[in-house]
């Protein structure tokens, strides 16, 4: 395998790496050490488990709670953000209904504003949802990694 394509593999699979863990991970993946990495893990998926159990979650122990809040977190962060995002696109959808059939008599400024509002909301919502969906993440394969058998 290539080596920019092994590296970008092991990129994308740990896309949940907060920017400490990432320079670090960019610090491993060097180019004079990558083909050193290739020949001793052969898949990126090897090198994946081996760099995290090593360097990013080490040895604690979590319990069957750090399993249940992670995943009602999950749970409850995606449903509010959804509906951050649903509210966003609906205030955007009525503002621009609003300037092709007005119904009734809006200022333009308030339009605008609830336009640009609900964009702002979309754009919001979505980049909240990676970060949030990135930090439970990594909570699930911390639990996996550290579970208590």
């Given at each position: 395998m290539e080596?920019?394509?092994?590296?970008?593999?092991?990129?994308?699979?740990?896309?949940?790496?907060n920017r400490r863990e990432k320079a670090k991970l960019a610090e491993v993946l060097s180019e004079d050490r990558l083909e050193q990495l290739q020949s001793e893990f052969r898949t990126p998926g090897r090198f994946v488990t081996v760099y995290l159990k090593e360097s990013v979650f080490k040895s604690r122990v979590v319990?069957?709670?750090h399993l249940f809040t992670t995943l009602i977190g999950l749970f409850?962060?995606?449903?509010?953000?959804?509906?951050?995002?649903?509210?966003?696109?609906?205030?955007?959808?009525?503002?621009?209904?609003?300037?092709?059939?007005?119904?009734?008599?809006?200022?333009?400024?308030?339009?605008?504003?609830?336009?640009?509002?609900?964009?702002?909301?979309?754009?919001?919502?979505?980049?909240?949802?990676?970060?949030?969906?990135?930090f439970f993440t990594k909570r699930l394969v911390d639990y996996k990694f550290n579970k208590v058998d």
């Open positions: 080596n920019r394509i092994f590296k970008y593999k092991i990129e994308k699979q740990l896309w949940y790496l319990g069957t709670t409850a962060a995606n449903i509010v953000l959804l509906g951050i995002l649903i509210t966003g696109m609906l205030l955007s959808l009525t503002a621009l209904n609003h300037f092709i059939h007005p119904q009734v008599t809006l200022s333009t400024i308030t339009v605008i504003t609830a336009l640009l509002s609900g964009i702002v909301l979309i754009i919001l919502a979505v980049w909240i949802m990676k970060v949030a969906n990135a």
